[in-house]
């Protein structure tokens, strides 16, 4: 039977990919698609959810959810990254915005339809789930299983020296879900990053007639020059499907059970995620932590992923 899950995203171009290859993996169900604000805007989160499943047109529409305007103004986007519109500049048409619940509801209600049985996938800064948990504290329980992206392990952050982009937006969500009971995974930005997408899957994109191939032509190519202009790298990172990967192929990763938690307010470590690795450490483990990945692995699973959408 197809796993449920919950994508929870900021879309961001790496958002999209991750959203393609899920909607198309007969393994995997998709339940609902929740936005968040992070890459882009609250609103334009929301308008990016919809305007990707109206271009896909997937077998089995998810329930979708609108993301809540933050109540501080974001210290950051990736606009720079991932395009003015957050799907490299593509300007997909949304004919009308459909009425839409907010994402926290959307989570809420399903997971209480089927509890312990619904894996959600945070692919953005965790304001939704640190509101669902809030909001109903013995919720964290009933949620199957979190696979987060975000935080390093090692590495340093990617915006800035200590803090990776997910948790930096949202430092105190992202605390109150790792100390939420939830059973957790963290995908961190020093294990996605070691997946680089190389040029050539540009001529490897399903045909311009498909719905997932017209898609990806036109959002993937943004990346790779924002790559090359920002990073000087020949090659694209693209760490929301790795972590999709974490659940859809977990024997391409090694994890090991870890103590986590999140600086929200040092001046230069605020969004840092800090571990306790201590020889006789004193924090209680509180989550799964992807320590080494198959990149080869990975990468030839995206392409597979990528192949069965335009073959869909
Ligand atoms: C994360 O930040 C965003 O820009 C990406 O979509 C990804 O979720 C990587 O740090
Ligand atoms: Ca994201």
């Given at each position: 039977?197809?796993r449920?899950i919950?994508l929870?995203?900021?879309?961001?171009?790496d958002d999209?990919l991750a959203l393609t290859l899920a909607l198309f993996d007969p393994r995997l169900?998709v339940?609902?698609?929740?936005?968040?604000?992070?890459?882009?805007?609250?609103?334009?989160?929301?308008?990016?959810?919809?305007?990707?499943?109206?271009?896909?047109?997937?077998?089995?529409?998810?329930?979708?959810?609108?993301?809540?305007?933050?109540?501080?103004?974001?210290?950051?986007?990736?606009?720079?990254?991932?395009?003015?519109?957050?799907?490299?500049?593509?300007?997909?048409?949304?004919?009308?915005?459909?009425?839409?619940?907010?994402?926290?509801?959307?989570?809420?209600?399903?997971?209480?339809?089927?509890?312990?049985?619904?894996t959600?996938v945070a692919l953005?800064?965790?304001?939704?789930?640190?509101?669902?948990?809030?909001?109903?504290?013995?919720?964290?329980?009933?949620?199957?299983q979190?696979v987060i992206m975000?935080?390093?392990?090692?590495?340093?952050?990617?915006?800035?020296?200590?803090?990776?982009?997910?948790?930096?937006?949202?430092?105190?969500?992202?605390?109150?879900?790792?100390?939420?009971?939830?059973?957790?995974t963290l995908v961190p930005l020093?294990i996605t990053s070691q997946v680089m997408m190389?040029?050539?899957l540009?001529?490897?994109?399903?045909?311009?007639?498909?719905?997932?191939?017209?898609?990806?032509?036109?959002?993937?190519?943004?990346?790779?020059?924002?790559?090359?202009?920002?990073?000087?790298?020949?090659?694209?990172h693209i760490h929301d499907a790795v972590a999709l990967m974490a659940l859809a192929e977990p024997g391409l990763f090694e994890t090991?059970?870890?103590?986590?938690?999140?600086?929200?307010?040092?001046?230069?470590?605020?969004?840092?995620?800090?571990?306790?690795?201590?020889?006789?450490?004193?924090?209680?483990?509180?989550?799964d932590v992807a320590t080494s990945v198959d990149t080869g692995g990975v990468a030839a699973a995206v392409l597979r992923g990528i192949a069965q959408a335009?073959?869909?």
């Open positions: 039977m197809a449920k919950i929870d995203v900021d879309p961001g171009i999209a169900e339940v609902a698609v929740t936005a968040v604000a992070g890459n882009v805007s609250a609103e334009q989160a929301t308008r990016n959810v919809q305007a990707i499943i109206e271009q896909l047109d997937p077998p089995r529409w998810p329930r979708l959810g609108a993301a809540v305007q933050p109540e501080r103004d974001p210290l950051v986007d990736s606009r720079h990254v991932h395009g003015a519109d957050g799907l490299g500049n593509a300007d997909f048409p949304v004919a009308e915005l459909h009425h839409q619940h907010p994402s926290d509801k959307v989570i809420t209600d399903e997971i209480r339809k089927a509890p312990e049985a619904i959600i953005g800064p965790l304001t939704n789930i640190a509101t669902v948990l809030r909001r109903d504290p013995g919720l964290a329980e009933q949620v199957g979190l975000g935080g390093t392990l090692r590495g340093p952050g990617n915006v800035t020296p200590a803090a990776e982009f997910n948790i930096y937006c949202d430092p105190a969500a992202a605390r109150e879900v790792f100390r939420s009971r939830t059973t957790k020093d190389t040029y050539d540009l001529d490897q994109l399903p045909e311009e007639s498909t719905r997932a191939g017209a898609f990806l032509r036109r959002v993937l190519p943004f990346s790779f020059r924002s790559h090359r202009q920002l990073f000087g790298l020949e090659g694209a090991e059970r870890l103590a986590v938690d999140v600086e929200i307010q040092g001046e230069l470590t605020m969004g840092a995620t800090v571990f306790d690795r201590r020889s006789a450490p004193t924090w209680r483990p509180n989550i335009g073959a869909a």
